[in-house]
């Protein structure tokens, strides 16, 4: 069993008479602590509609290169299109071959890169043929209606089964669209 405590004689009176400045001063000291460090300052409008707007989007990066003012890396806004890239370089040159330019109402994916293709000398006015079985993925970037995922397919296609039989097999193998056929076949051969 614990023992009691006990109390030395004459502790209460130094307790009754000690406990009041003690309170007073504690009370002072809450009183210069609030006023100093008080509740804070109700926001303005202003703030609790910033705090309560959505973050922007986050943005894209894309690489616009070949017949632009100003070639180079261009962040813009998700769901802009290739318009708004080309835009963004500072527009087509007079260099700039218009039977060849990518699709303008194409959605911008995040590390895409526009390419806008140079005239090709004075013969030009003939419509150049890329080779289907012998292209480059860079090489069917070129060509309207192919998307850097379709070149890549075309490349793995014909690395893995062999060469086209006909510009055709875009559509029927790969997938391609129609509309985007009828762009690309003036431009290819097999």
């Known amino acids: ?7 030395v004689p004459g502790t209460a009176l130094i307790v009754a008479l000690a406990l009041p400045p003690l309170l007073g001063v504690g009370a002072i000291a809450a009183a210069l602590a609030f006023g100093r460090f008080g509740p804070a300052p109700a926001p303005t409008p202003a703030a609790r509609a910033a705090a309560l707007e959505l973050p922007p989007p986050a943005g894209l990066l894309v690489e616009v290169t070949g017949a632009v003012l100003h070639p180079g890396l261009y962040r813009l806004a998700r769901g802009d299109r290739i318009e708004a890239a080309i835009a963004a370089a500072g527009g087509i040159t007079a260099q700039a071959d218009p039977n060849r330019l990518p699709d303008l109402a194409a959605r911008l994916k995040d590390g895409q890169q526009v390419r806008v ?4 000398g004075p013969g030009s006015a003939l419509t150049p043929r890329v080779n289907l079985n012998q292209a480059t993925e860079d090489e069917l970037l070129g060509v309207p209606g192919f998307t850097p995922d ?10 893995l089964f062999g060469g086209f039989t006909s510009t055709r097999d ?3 193998v790969l997938g391609m669209s129609e509309a985007d056929y009828l762009a690309a076949r003036k431009y290819l051969t097999v």
């Open 1 to 7: 069993m614990l023992p009691r405590p006990r109390f």
């Open 117 to 120: 293709p140079f005239v090709k």
């Open 150 to 159: 379709l070149a890549a397919a075309a490349v793995r296609q014909r690395e």
């Open 170 to 172: 875009l559509v029927t």
